[in-house]
């Protein structure tokens, strides 16, 4: 007869269970017998997980994904390394001086060449301004020229946050007027006495004596005791005064450049005259400027920033030049 098999899974009241399987479990009496009889119990298999390249499906996208991110840094950084590297240089060419004199203007952007007068002549103005007329207007467009040139001195002076002249005197007093930008001084047109004639720049010697540069020594003198720096400048030898011209307008320059100049004014209107007096303003460099006093938004300017003689002064809008500045030499 054969052997009835018992299968402990079908029979109604004994334990199915599966013990743990560490090591020193006790096994159960009823797991003892069933392998005593011979039968074999299957314990359950814990399924295999995919894998890619030996390893866990997970893992391995977590790892991929790291890669990634590291070649990603890399290449990034490689690249943009490069990228700053050329806009410093590009940066850097940008920053060094140009050759050749750069236009600035605060009414336009835009520049043109200002021709250099190729002799000496005498130019007269008229009719003489009057206290009457401190603002007037103009018919003509506002100019897109500048009369401020800035050079590579320049530019690097403009640059500078510390002062680089030595402190001077503005005190009344007889002095020769320098501007800062071109080394020039202001000067009657070949020293000229007769009113009316043009104030120019010119080259002055240091070594010369006062009597070897009257056209170049003037006198500044505080229009009263309560004036608050306002002045007159003053040529002995040829009782002048320098004198801003007429029928300009406030804010805006002149489309011809030769309307703008400065020229000498005699004695008639005297000191009270606005078109005669200038305000002295203190630049952070030591240096000065002068500020019309009828044109409040003006000031003395050395055309252009030329170093060439016979430069024409005139008064123009305020644009950062260095060809606005000055500073005084006692005569």
Not at 90 to 101: F, I, R
Not at 261 to 287: A, C, E, L, R
Request: negative net charge; aromatic residues 8%; hydrophobic residues 35%.
């Amino acid at each position: 007869m054969d052997k009835e098999v018992h299968h402990p899974r079908i029979q109604p009241g004994l334990e199915v269970g599966l013990p743990p399987s560490y090591v020193g479990y006790s096994r159960s009496p009823y797991y003892q017998a069933v392998e005593k009889e011979g039968y074999t119990i299957q314990q359950p298999q814990t399924p295999l997980l995919p894998r890619i390249c030996g390893l866990p499906t997970h893992i391995f996208w977590i790892v991929f994904a790291l890669l990634l991110l590291v070649i990603g840094a890399a290449l990034g950084g490689g690249l943009g390394g490069g990228l700053a590297s050329r806009k410093t240089s590009q940066s850097s060419a940008a920053d060094l001086p140009a050759t050749a004199s750069l236009s600035l203007s605060l009414s336009s952007s835009s520049s043109s060449t200002i021709e250099t007068p190729q002799q000496q002549q005498t130019t007269t103005h008229g009719p003489y301004p009057t206290t009457t007329s401190t603002t007037s207007t103009s018919s003509s467009p506002p100019s897109s020229t500048s009369s401020a040139a800035v050079s590579t001195s320049s530019t690097v002076l403009e640059a500078a946050s510390a002062s680089t002249i030595a402190p001077f005197s503005t005190a009344p007093g007889t002095y020769r007027i320098i501007n800062i930008q071109t080394n020039t001084a202001i000067d009657l047109l070949g020293g000229g006495t007769a009113i009316g004639t043009e104030i120019e720049a010119w080259a002055w010697d240091p070594n010369a004596t006062p009597d070897d540069y009257v056209h170049q020594a003037w006198t500044i003198s505080a229009v009263s005791a309560n004036s608050n720096n306002v002045v007159t400048i003053y040529n002995p030898a040829s009782s002048q005064y320098l004198t801003a011209p007429n029928g300009l307008t406030i804010g805006q320059n002149p489309s011809n450049n030769t309307q703008a100049q400065i020229f000498g004014g005699g004695p008639t209107f005297g000191p009270g005259n606005t078109y005669m007096q200038f305000t002295i303003v203190k630049n952070f460099d030591n240096s000065i400027s002068f500020q019309s006093v009828a044109y409040q938004t003006k000031l003395l300017d050395v055309e252009a920033g030329s170093t060439a003689n016979l430069t024409p002064i005139v008064v123009w809008e305020p644009n950062g030049g260095v060809n606005q500045r000055w500073r005084l030499l006692p005569s």
